[in-house]
């Protein structure tokens, strides 16, 4: 038996053979690129993100070793995704993360101590999902795919101009959830856009024993969704290639699946040891495609990036982290009162006896 | 017209079905989806008439996927609406488990009240209908257990409408558990919703002697065993829970503190079921009035049996009169309650 040939309509649901990308490994353009360069604006506010959100993500790591962080999973090496993904977002778009995505929410301009409240266990969630668009990082894997369909479908149903973008992992594709949100986002032609950020490992379980699939971005052709594989590391590749899914899903044209190809430098958590599932010369060869340098590289030879204004970007990363270490020192703000405040609208008669018992034990 | 408001005469499928079609007239966030919904009006035609009515955007059909159903509707109220959603029978809901329990009921607390999700989720269950296997738990104790969320049931067409349309006006998510067996009675509703609040409990027949404690489909079933008890000698008061969480202490303990005895009927497995609760916490605050342990008939501790065996397992009139005949009728202390 042999496929004899495709459909124009299967084909245009297929990712490439080969990921997609504008920048390779060197920060040198590759040659006839499928995807628009984002002007030179972009670019440099691409540059200028990834680097203060690498120096968040190594202070938040520093801050689990000095007992403020309970733990913390590093996005270390995934920054064109985590960066790119939500420079691509317009004000009015949403963003459903993952616990692995503060580099994402900080680059929102969700406050970073807000950003690690889940993490310092000071309370689930610190930030106000509304005020940046930023749904709550989620926990239990892909259950984030089925919200960021539904609050799209209904910004359509309401005439609003909406797209939600749900970041995922490669673990996460195997989750059901994942796949009913797909099917529900593909028949109701909702606005969202899936970007797997596959980084190799779930926690300590690789791709080759998570999937099948020739890809993870082969999945979508089963709903119906145009999937997109796409180089990971790669800041302008990732940033243009969403944009374009958000231009299409704005104007009607329904879900996009991306797969990014990148990789986790650090291990799953500071908990975490690495080193019993992956050897150092694997990590290596990551490094050697580092999304930082890249654009660096090519910013550098196009002459957009000097040293001052290098300089001057570290400096406001370092300030940044300063702040985080700050927020992060003080003593967090912890009221019991809010464990009943917020069960139901209003507190039942139980949970008023509750609280009351709670106050009482605490005032002897 | 007062008259006519409080007096429909209707089957609790009509009643469900009429307290939908009010709700989306009166507010356009109002959505109704799930499967089979739309155009065939469910399989228990509960929204009948609804998707010609109210249109392919307010009350639709989704793919066949119960975690889906929930997830969508959990992001569709993020963003303002106040989606109605039918899971098929009770254990196809099973699937959705996890959006209920992770993120249904506990976003709000999660958020500290910044997000808001009023969602009702409707769930056909119990048995008495003769379904096959997966179409007849009783699955109340799984969301009972669960902090955040609010359940549900009504026992008469009358509650049927009054707490339906209560429920998808709850600022919190709401677990609306249908008895499918008592879908076809018939009673009197009030659309003028003019009973009681959602979470109050309705003393539903006074009497003297014993409070029967019951819910959903097990109302009808007490009534008619509360009957047959005067025969015995016995007046029997039946209270009807409505809302099983949250629980009306104040309604129940005063009718057993009047009654001095109690029995409490489910069709739910008995062991860690939601009547060992209800026998705990009116323990708790009857106990110097309380002539017998508060026993409790409920189904037994196997998986819901084939039709042509779920007579023995349901709790019936004769069962529930056999325990309040041992409820220590003969070794009262005399003056012991002083």
């Keep these: 038996m042999s496929v004899t040939g495709l459909s124009a309509r299967e084909r245009s649901l297929l990712p490439t053979d080969l990921p997609l990308a504008l920048l390779d490994r060197n920060g040198i353009p590759v040659d006839d690129p499928a995807l628009e360069m984002p002007a030179d604006e972009v670019l440099l506010e691409l540059h200028r993100r990834i680097v203060i959100g690498r120096r968040f993500d190594t202070q938040a790591t520093a801050l689990t070793r000095q007992g403020r962080l309970a733990v913390y999973p590093s996005s270390r090496g995934q920054e064109a995704c985590e960066v790119g993904a939500v420079l691509a977002l317009r004000e009015q778009d949403w963003l459903f993360p993952t616990y692995r995505d503060s580099v994402a929410l900080v680059t929102r301009g969700v406050d970073p101590v807000q950003t690690l409240t889940l993490l310092q266990g000071s309370w689930h969630l610190g930030y106000d999902p509304y005020e940046h668009k930023v749904g709550p990082q989620c926990t239990p894997l892909a259950t984030n795919t089925l919200h960021a369909v539904g609050l799209a479908h209904a910004a359509r149903l309401k005439g609003e101009d909406t797209v939600a973008l749900v970041l995922l992992g490669d673990g996460a594709t195997s989750e059901g959830d994942t796949h009913e949100a797909l099917n529900f986002a593909a028949v109701w032609k909702a606005p969202v856009v899936f970007l797997v950020q596959n980084n190799g490992y779930a926690i300590s379980v690789p791709m080759s024993k998570q999937s099948a699939a020739p890809s993870l971005a082969h999945k979508g052709i089963g709903y119906g969704v145009p999937s997109y594989l796409i180089d990971g590391n790669d800041p302008a590749g990732v940033y243009a290639t969403v944009r374009e899914a958000i231009t299409a899903a704005a104007a009607g044209g329904g879900p996009a699946l991306i797969e990014a190809k990148t990789y986790r430098i650090e291990a799953h958590t500071n908990a975490d040891d690495a080193g019993r599932y992956r050897d150092s010369e694997e990590v290596a060869a990551w490094l050697d495609r580092d999304p930082l340098d890249r654009i660096e590289r090519y910013l550098s030879t196009r002459g957009l990036l000097d040293e001052e204004r290098r300089a001057e970007i570290q400096a406001e990363a370092e300030d940044f982290a300063a702040t985080v270490r700050e927020g992060m020192n003080a003593e967090p703000e912890l009221d019991p009162a809010h464990l009943f405040a917020h069960v139901y609208a209003q507190p039942t008669k139980a949970l008023r006896e509750q609280a009351a018992m709670l106050a009482e034990e605490l005032a002897s | ?338």
């Design chain 2, 1 to 338: 017209m007062t008259t006519a408001l409080r007096n429909q005469e209707m089957s609790m499928s009509a009643a469900l079905n009429r307290a939908l079609a009010d709700a989306l007239e009166a507010d356009e966030r109002v959505l109704v989806f799930g499967e089979d919904v739309g155009p065939l009006g469910g399989v228990f035609r509960v929204t009948d008439g609804l998707n010609a009515r109210f249109g392919e955007q307010r009350v639709f059909d989704t793919p066949l996927a119960e975690s889906g159903i929930v997830g969508t509707a959990i992001g569709m109220a993020m963003n303002g609406m106040r989606p109605v959603v039918e899971m098929q029978f009770d254990a196809f809901a099973y699937p959705a488990f996890e959006q209920i329990t992770s993120h249904l009921a506990k976003l709000r607390n999660r958020t500290r009240g910044r997000v808001e999700l009023p969602v009702v989720i409707r769930v056909p269950y119990g048995g008495g209908i003769g379904g096959v296997e997966h179409h007849c738990d009783s699955s109340e104790a799984y969301y009972t257990h669960t902090p955040g969320l609010r359940v549900v049931t009504p026992g008469t067409p009358g509650d049927a409408y009054q707490l339906l349309r209560d429920a998808i006006d709850s600022p919190d998510p709401v677990i609306f558990l249908e008895p499918k067996r008592r879908y076809w009675s018939k009673g009197p509703v009030a659309l003028d919703r003019s009973g009681p609040e959602m979470d109050r409990a309705l003393v539903r027949r006074p009497g003297k002697d014993v409070t029967l404690i019951a819910y959903g489909p097990m109302v009808a079933t007490a009534l008619e065993t509360a009957a047959a008890a005067t025969e015995e000698g016995w007046d029997v008061e039946v209270v009807d829970l409505r809302s099983l969480s949250p629980f009306d202490d104040e309604t129940v303990t005063e009718s057993v503190r009047r009654t001095g005895r109690a029995v409490v009927v489910h069709e739910a497995s008995g062991f860690s079921g939601y009547g060992a609760e209800v026998v705990a916490r009116v323990t708790e605050r009857c106990f110097h009035h309380l002539h017998a342990p508060i026993l409790r008939v409920t189904g037994f501790d196997i998986p819901y049996p084939p039709p042509k065996l779920e007579e023995h397992h349901l709790p019936g009139v004769d069962r529930i009169l056999d325990a309040i005949g041992r409820l220590q009728w003969d070794d009262e202390v005399v003056g012991f309650h002083g």
